[in-house]
């Protein structure tokens, strides 16, 4: 016999644990005064524009000759 752990959604059982049983094997469901608390559910957002807050326009003009200036200042105009 094995023991586990679940809730009740409204709709079905779900275990909390994976379940090791075989197709039409009975079960014992046993139903307790206790509950636990319910999980929010969260909308997905997209991270598209996430950090624009955060953005620098003065920097973004840059961008495009950071990686040349970066070689350049390491290495030197060779």
Do not use: C
């Not at 094997?25 to 957002?45: A, C, N, S």
């Not at 997209?46 to 920097?59: I, K, M, T």
Request: proline fraction near 3%; charged fraction near 25%; glycine fraction near 6%.
């Amino acid at each position: 016999m094995l023991a586990l752990q679940g809730y009740y959604d409204g709709n079905t059982v779900q275990p909390l644990e994976k379940i090791q049983a075989k197709k039409n094997q009975k079960l014992i469901i046993t139903i307790l005064d206790e509950f636990i608390q319910e999980v929010p559910e969260t909308t997905m957002h997209s991270a598209r524009g996430l950090l624009s807050e955060y953005a620098n326009l003065e920097l973004m003009k840059e961008e495009k000759s950071a990686w040349e200036k970066a070689v350049i200042e390491k290495y030197g105009n060779t």
